[in-house]
């Protein structure tokens, strides 16, 4: 089993910048890749960003060019630099992870960003 806990989340002002930590924990070998989901209100989960083992990393559309994901493997974390936030991006961010053997997913409990305009 991996663990995912996610922390940093708050409130902060539209245009202002944000980080959300995850640490994992467990059977970390199984880890393979690394991300981010949110899910706003009223609003199916949609995917942010991911950091595979090897350091690739993807973006949604929706964020491309002003958030960054990054991974200390050694430290078991990923991490979500959230730049020129706008009210659309408040919602639940969720830690993910793609492992290598059953159960194959993990996710953290979420934590609440909220910005505000």
């Known amino acids: 089993q991996v663990q995912l806990v996610e922390s940093g989340g708050g409130l902060v002002q539209a245009g202002g910048s944000h980080r959300l930590s995850c640490v994992a924990s467990?059977?970390?070998?199984?880890?393979?890749?690394m991300g981010w989901y949110r899910q706003a209100p009223g609003k199916q989960r949609e995917f942010v960003a991911l950091?595979?083992?090897?350091?690739?990393?993807n973006y949604a559309d929706s964020v491309q060019g002003r958030f960054t994901i990054s991974r200390d493997i050694a430290k078991n974390t990923v991490s979500l630099q959230m730049n020129s936030l706008k009210p659309e991006d408040t919602a639940n961010y969720y830690c993910h992870a793609l492992l290598r053997r059953t159960p194959f997913v993990s996710w953290g409990q979420g934590t609440q960003v909220t910005v505000s305009s």
């Open positions: 467990g059977n970390i070998a199984d880890i393979n890749v």
């Open positions: 950091c595979t083992s090897s350091g690739m990393t």
